[in-house]
């Protein structure tokens, strides 16, 4: 749906931040899982991992913040209220 806008639409840009954010987040529940089946030192390395993805969501706050202040007041003026209410508590959450 996404792939006939243009490069640079601000719609495209926010979905391909939002697929990129999912998927650091299935990459940290992954590693959670398996810290209880490793031993110490290998729980080490999986905590580095889930650190360093844990920066990278950190960096995604501009991206929450745009759909915040842009997409879901948009939404809300067209008469979508029920999604951006449940995004902006997907947010609170994340």
Same mark, same amino acid.
């Given at each position: !749906?996404?792939?006939? #806008?243009?490069?640079?639409?601000?719609? &495209?840009? !926010?979905?391909? =931040?939002?697929?990129?954010? *999912?998927?650091?987040?299935?990459?940290?529940?992954?590693? +959670? =899982?398996?810290?209880?089946?490793? $031993? &110490?030192?290998?729980? &080490? $390395?999986? #905590?580095?991992?889930?650190?360093? *993805?844990?920066?990278? #969501?950190?960096?995604?706050?501009?991206?929450?913040?745009? =759909?915040?202040?842009? *997409?879901?007041?948009? *939404? =809300?003026?067209?008469?979508?209220? +029920?999604?951006?209410?449940? !995004? &902006?508590?997907?947010?609170?959450?994340?």
């Amino acid at each position: !749906m996404f792939e006939e #806008l243009n490069d640079g639409h601000v719609i &495209k840009t !926010m979905f391909i =931040e939002h697929e990129h954010i *999912l998927c650091i987040l299935n990459e940290i529940q992954d590693l +959670g =899982e398996q810290l209880s089946d490793k $031993n &110490k030192s290998e729980n &080490k $390395n999986l #905590l580095q991992q889930i650190n360093q *993805l844990s920066l990278q #969501l950190i960096s995604a706050e501009p991206h929450h913040q745009r =759909e915040e202040d842009v *997409l879901f007041p948009t *939404l =809300e003026t067209r008469g979508i209220i +029920g999604p951006p209410q449940v !995004m &902006k508590q997907e947010h609170v959450v994340i």
